[in-house]
């Protein structure tokens, strides 16, 4: 086998081996993500219960259903920044929830509304009826993070959720978890922000994109094949053709 046949094929190969890597890392993202699906089914499609009977392990009350009771804070809410709907700019609105009985609050996402900046927005526009019972699912809120969290020229807006830093921002305790408000009851209300969905429950591109890992990689074995053979009879060419050798 020429030198030039050789590295074609030690070339094509490697890339072969490399893209089936790939595929099988996507076969391996795809089994995570149905593991992810199984899991948000069994919580989402749950029962809802009491904001004060949840698991107090994160790792074990994400995507659970829950409702809950009390007073809105709507002096100490904040927008969190940065959040698209239909690809139109905007933030979250994040209020406060006094428990009913206790000195405890649990942060509320009430939803996304419309910000040109993605920052900048009234946020007494957007007041529901101080008190409320609402329902909907938990996702955990990270103990701390790295970089500012709040724009200086945007008090009330941060662009990540840390507790550190809500613990400063807040005069009482607050959940160690917020709660993605989905109850309907005041849906369509001028003052009632669009509630946020439910992840959605798909695979995702993984397999798709395995496949086409797998296509490539067949295709570099096939390749190598080609050039093999035509190494051993002997059409594989020793130098560029041009025009003029063809012609001759």
């Not at 392990?57 to 940065?82: C, H, I, K, M, P």
């Not at 990540?160 to 607050?174: E, M």
């Not at 390749?223 to 063809?246: E, Q």
Request: net charge positive; with cysteine.
């Amino acid at each position: 086998m020429s030198r030039r046949a050789l590295a074609f094929v030690v070339f094509a190969l490697a890339v072969s081996a490399g893209c089936v890597r790939l595929g099988f890392w996507q076969l391996s993202r795809l089994g995570e993500r149905r593991a992810l699906n199984v899991m948000l089914a069994e919580r989402l499609g749950g029962d809802p219960m009491p904001v004060r009977e949840l698991p107090r392990d994160t790792a074990t009350l994400a995507f659970r259903r829950v409702t809950a009771s009390g007073t809105y804070d709507f002096a100490n809410e904040f927008a969190l920044a940065s959040r698209t709907r239909q690809g139109s700019p905007g933030v979250n609105v994040i209020t406060p929830l006094r428990l009913d009985g206790t000195d405890t609050a649990v942060l509320v996402n009430r939803g996304w509304v419309y910000a040109p900046d993605a920052m900048t927005v009234d946020l007494s526009r957007w007041r529901e009826p101080d008190n409320a019972t609402i329902s909907g699912f938990v996702t955990p809120i990270q103990r701390s993070g790295p970089g500012p969290v709040a724009p200086p020229s945007h008090p009330r807006v941060v662009r990540q959720l840390y507790r550190d830093s809500l613990a400063r921002r807040l005069p009482y305790p607050v959940e160690a978890f917020l709660i993605v408000a989905t109850d309907s009851s005041r849906a369509g209300a001028a003052s009632t922000p669009a509630r946020l969905l439910a992840p959605v429950l798909d695979e995702g591109p993984h397999l798709g994109y395995a496949i086409q890992w797998f296509a490539f990689a067949l295709i570099g074995v096939v390749g190598a094949v080609v050039g093999v053979r035509a190494d051993r009879k002997g059409v594989w060419l020793s130098r560029p053709t041009t025009i003029a050798s063809i012609r001759r």
